[in-house]
């Protein structure tokens, strides 16, 4: 089995920054895709940013030049850097790995619980 648990939410002011963490863990034997996603309350989980086990990176339009994804795949971990917040930042950030558990096998989701962001004043 493999776990997936953010962290970093928090409360924060409007231009403000804060850093997300996704670390993966269990029988892991290699992850491609990661991303980031988020809901808004009474919205649609919507796409953030996926980065593949190479580095290719995409964005939602909302966050394009104010969010970094990256990872380091020694660690099983991605991060979200999100500066310049906005207050329609405000969601619950979610997390998720396409992780295998051998060569055979194929690539399964793996979602995290959730980490809350609030940017307001």
């Known amino acids: 089995q493999v776990q997936v648990v953010e962290s970093g939410g928090g409360l924060v002011q409007p231009g403000g920054s804060l850093r997300l963490s996704c670390a993966a863990s269990?029988?892991?034997?290699?992850?491609?895709?990661m991303g980031w996603y988020r809901q808004a309350p009474g919205m649609q989980r919507e796409l953030v940013a996926l980065i593949t086990s190479g580095g290719k990176t995409n964005y939602a339009d909302s966050v394009k030049g104010r969010f970094t994804i990256s990872r380091d795949n020694a660690k099983n971990t991605m991060y979200l850097q999100m500066n310049s917040l906005k207050p329609e930042d405000t969601a619950v950030y979610y997390c998720n790995a396409d992780s295998r558990r051998n060569r055979d096998s194929p690539y399964l989701r793996y979602w995290g619980q959730g980490t809350q962001v609030t940017v307001s004043s």
């Open positions: 269990g029988t892991i034997f290699s992850i491609n895709d």
